[in-house]
């Protein structure tokens, strides 16, 4: 277990905040404008990494945008040419998102979930552009913006 320091308390408050300032960004493009969805499931758990590790290699640019945008694909796949019971479609499309995340190098744990969402959603090729394009591209700039010029936090890593 996590002794509670200050740093700690501190570090999970930044998180937390930047976290919503970051989703609250998504949402109010979603609710409040036309131009479309920008949120998934997944992108709640991306803040974790994002803000919580951003050291973490699973919480690098390529990794965000090209796990979550890997995965998808591998959803909408299924969806459109795949037809076998879902409870099939989704074990095997989970497994080859993670595969290919692996061979490719950019995992991103919470990209993992993305085929679920697709598959049960039922989604089509536009979702590859909003919300994962799109919303990935937003969250990696709160994320360089508030990583690395207010925290002032070695992010991307070199």
Same mark, same amino acid.
């Given at each position: 277990?996590?002794?509670?320091? $200050?740093?700690?308390? *501190?570090? =999970?408050?930044? =998180?937390?905040?930047?976290?919503?300032?970051?989703?609250?960004?998504?949402?109010?493009?979603?609710? $409040?404008?036309?131009?479309?969805? *920008?949120?998934?499931?997944?992108?709640?758990?991306?803040?974790?990494?994002?803000?919580? *590790?951003?050291? #973490?290699?699973?919480?690098?640019?390529?990794?965000?945008?090209?796990?979550?945008?890997?995965?998808?694909?591998?959803?909408?796949?299924?969806?459109?040419?795949?037809?076998?019971?879902? *409870?099939?479609?989704?074990?095997? =499309?989970?497994?080859?998102?993670?595969?290919?995340?692996?061979?490719?190098?950019?995992?991103?744990? &919470? =990209?993992?979930?993305? &085929?679920?969402?697709?598959?049960?959603?039922?989604?089509?090729?536009?979702?590859?552009?909003? &919300?994962?394009?799109?919303?990935?591209?937003?969250?990696?700039?709160?994320?360089?913006?508030? #990583?690395?010029?207010?925290? #002032? $936090? #070695?992010? &991307?890593? $070199?």
């Amino acid at each position: 277990m996590t002794k509670i320091t $200050k740093e700690n308390i *501190f570090k =999970a408050f930044i =998180a937390g905040v930047l976290s919503s300032i970051t989703i609250g960004a998504l949402t109010l493009l979603t609710y $409040k404008t036309s131009l479309g969805l *920008f949120l998934t499931a997944s992108f709640g758990s991306s803040m974790v990494l994002l803000y919580g *590790f951003p050291e #973490n290699s699973f919480a690098q640019p390529k990794n965000i945008f090209f796990g979550h945008l890997l995965t998808a694909f591998i959803g909408v796949l299924f969806v459109n040419y795949i037809t076998l019971p879902i *409870f099939i479609s989704l074990s095997l =499309a989970v497994g080859f998102g993670i595969f290919f995340m692996i061979i490719f190098n950019v995992v991103h744990p &919470p =990209a993992g979930g993305n &085929p679920i969402v697709v598959i049960i959603g039922g989604v089509s090729y536009e979702y590859l552009i909003n &919300p994962i394009f799109f919303g990935c591209l937003i969250i990696l700039f709160f994320g360089i913006i508030l #990583n690395k010029f207010i925290l #002032n $936090k #070695n992010y &991307p890593l $070199k």
